[in-house]
């Protein structure tokens, strides 16, 4: 039976460019998952991932920075 789990061992992790350097706000996105894009807190890389469709994604990020 499948886990309906998407597999991240292959993901492509890259720090958000609204990480800053002094051990703030860290977000991390993968690439490479096809139609999703995960995101997680790089402090806790082994922590949850919030799973967001890549159609979503743009009106995400606009909703984020209307904040």
């Given at each position: 039976m499948a886990s309906g789990?998407?597999?991240l061992d292959a993901a492509r992790w890259r720090t958000s460019s609204?990480?800053?350097s002094d051990g703030g706000t860290c977000v991390e996105v993968a690439d490479g998952v096809a139609g999703l894009v995960p995101v997680r807190d790089s402090k806790r890389p082994d922590g949850g991932?919030?799973?967001i469709?890549?159609?979503a994604?743009?009106?995400f990020?606009?909703?984020?920075?209307?904040?």
């Open positions: 789990r998407t597999d609204y990480t800053n991932v919030v799973m469709g890549a159609a994604w743009g009106p990020v606009a909703a984020l920075k209307g904040c």
